[in-house]
């Protein structure tokens, strides 16, 4: 079967992992005129019209920038991300925190540009977000620093490294024997959003056994081992999964719903399916999202928006 066609796991650039342990790698890069920098704030990413604004070092330098991360490299250029820090609510605007007049931000994700940009986005994102959350070794409490092209936290104080972690998950299409598939709603969700089931994976857990055991947790269904299939994967940089595609089919349609975790679910046939989004019963769904492709793969057509 093709591949899916995932906005968040397309990519033009080579990491260069070998070149993080080059001792000055992001300051020497900072200097070269032929750099090129995004910049992030938040959960948002500076553009220029519709497209990532990669700016050279000295565009930027007037900006405080909180931390620079190593990004890779394409066609002989190297990436930096720069972090600018999070405004609060009583922040004032300055021209001193702005790259500049002709540029505007956009989230993550809405983020619709091509794979370099995106790629390079995607990981500035996913490891910003590790940053802004370990700030501290886990072992002592010290304060940590960041090493290695931004792909390290050292602890000075107990000399332990710390690596950034990606939290897998698997999202899943269940069908049952008329092929129908089950679509479920959660407690924070509108009333018209349902999408497919999704969990994270266990301590000790397989993928498969994470799909049926989430299926089973949430809709009190069960699954045919035998049936689930692999489609494929997702970085999902919000703080920090990655989603991890699959297809099954159910052996039972009676649904037995977790309180805490879905408000409602249901399932679709086809017919039943394009009709809900005819009508509104059924909004929309997120065009970047691993969930809407693996529905549009059972429906068998675009949901279009």
Known sequence: MPALDLPFSRAAHDRAAHRRAEPRLVDDLRKEPGTRMLVLRGSQVATVGQRVALFAPDDVAHLAFSTHLFLGEADGVAYLAAILPEPGPESEHTPEADPGPDV????????????????????????????????????????????????????????????????????????????????????????????????????????????????????????????????????WPFPASLMLGFRARATTTRLVLQEDEIAEAGWFSREQFATALADGTLSSYGRNSIGRSLIEEWFGASLGG
């Open 104 to 235: 505007d931000w956009a989230a993550m994700r809405a983020l619709d540009v091509p794979d370099l940009e995106q790629g390079l986005a995607v990981e500035a994102f996913a490891l910003a977000q590790w940053h802004a959350a370990h700030t501290h070794c886990p072992r002592c409490g010290a304060a940590t620093e960041v090493t290695k092209g931004g792909w390290v936290r050292h602890c000075p104080v107990d000399g332990s490294d710390h690596f950034p972690r990606t939290d897998p998950a698997v999202i899943m299409a269940i069908t049952d024997a008329d092929d129908r598939l089950l679509l479920a709603r959660g407690p924070e969700w509108g009333a018209g959003r349902r999408s497919v089931l999704a969990g994270f994976v266990e301590p000790g857990e397989g993928l498969e056994q994470a799909v049926a055991r989430e299926t089973m947790e949430e809709v009190g269904v069960t699954v045919d081992p035998a049936s689930i299939e692999y489609r494929d994967s997702q970085s």
